[in-house]
């Protein structure tokens, strides 16, 4: 479930302030009952806060979760990545290559793009799976 308040990262606000913000105002919860919900103290919820400390990653899907809001906004502000990204761009020497210069290449996609980014490289993995791949892909 996703606030309208925070459906995208305001770019302009460090994620911290955005995150204080989103607890203060829109969820109406104090420091301590929102570290308590995240099974945390209120000087490390503080930390967070203040951009002194980036959460776990465990921490960042509690965030999540408790505050309503999008993991990619969250991972956007603290620039960290979902796991799978460096399971899957370490799974093997090829993708340990092509995987940095994939995402370089593709920095500057539209939403759309992406999308369809995605729709072609599960047309090609299902590919591979039934075996019509072509050799030299």
């Not at 606030?3 to 305001?10: A, D, F, G, L, R």
């Not at 930390?47 to 505050?67: H, T």
Request: aromatic share 2%; glycine share 8%; with cysteine.
């Amino acid at each position: 479930m996703l606030t309208s308040e925070m459906s995208q990262s305001k770019p302009n606000i460090p994620i911290g302030e955005q995150l204080r913000q989103q607890r203060v105002e829109v969820l109406g919860k104090g420091l301590r009952e929102m570290a308590r919900l995240l099974g945390v103290t209120p000087a490390h919820l503080t930390d967070v806060e203040k951009g002194r400390r980036s959460p776990s990653e465990e921490l960042l899907c509690k965030i999540a979760k408790e505050y309503g809001l999008e993991q990619a906004v969250l991972r956007s502000g603290w620039h960290k990545a979902d796991t799978v990204v460096e399971e899957v761009a370490t799974q093997d020497e090829t993708t340990a290559e092509k995987v940095p210069q994939f995402l370089r290449t593709a920095r500057n996609l539209s939403p759309a793009q992406w999308d369809q980014l995605i729709r072609q490289a599960d047309r090609l993995s299902n590919a591979k799976k039934s075996g019509g791949g072509r050799s030299g892909e």
